[in-house]
């Protein structure tokens, strides 16, 4: 019985049809809130990206007959790695309009000081912040999310086959959905910041109706309590600005995979 022989031309097949996609999938883990970020190990998120390698080669056509160890292959490589790293960086834009919203919460109503540490972003955030981190990422998870973002993700080797770049309108793309950390953050925190404008604006004209009245003693305590009602009444409409925030994000990656 002959024994099995591999040309250098399957091996090099075989080695681009697993190395080029798991670059793109690696750099969408990379950044990716509830999916990877700096909040899951490296390990975990090596061993997921090539789960979904695995998962995902057979679907997918033809791979560049380019040597894996040439610098063509390592200029496919960038390429991959950049469009997995812009897809998952609209999506962490998405989350750090929560912190933005959380900040502006947690500011007004006094709390700046109390402060966490986020290891998604590795840096220290109000703890209003991250509860309302946290719950976007279980609300991400429970409307499936992450589902729709992996579903784009196998979409963009159709759109996007390998050895393909980003268009030129791409770069634009993400410039402009920047914006979306500051307009996001405003339509979440809308609610809560007009209750305690209307809180500040009451304590304002009470102290110009009674300035021996001491405010300091008694306006953090009144300050903080109408902040804590505003966040507890106002989240039935967080969880409907979040679902319209991630309703836009999808449609950006599908711009973004098309441009």
Partial sequence: MSALTLTAEQINAWVGLILWPMFRIAGLLSIMP?????????????ALAFLLTILIAPTLGAMPEVDPLSADSIFISLQQLL????????????????TMAGESIAITMGLGFALMNDPQNGSQVPTVSQ??????TLLFLALDGHHAVLLLLNASFTLLPV????????????????????????????????AMLTVNIIMGVITRAAPQLNLFSVGFPITMTVGFAAI?????????SFENLLSMTQATISALLNS
């Avoid at 509860?131 to 976007?136: D, E, K, M």
């Avoid at 507890?232 to 409907?240: D, G, K, R, S, V």
């Fill in 163 to 194: 050895g393909q770049s980003l268009g030129a309108d791409s770069l634009w793309t993400l410039v402009r959905w920047g914006q979306i950390v500051f307009s996001g953050a405003l339509a979440i925190a809308l609610p809560a910041l007009a």
């Fill in 34 to 46: 509830a999916l990877g970020g700096g909040e899951v190990p490296v390990r975990v998120r090596i």
């Fill in 131 to 136: 509860f309302y981190l946290i719950l976007a």
């Fill in 83 to 98: 469009i997995g790293v812009a897809m998952g960086l609209l999506v962490l834009l998405a989350f750090n309009a929560v």
């Fill in 232 to 240: 507890m009444f106002t989240l039935p409409t967080f969880q409907f």
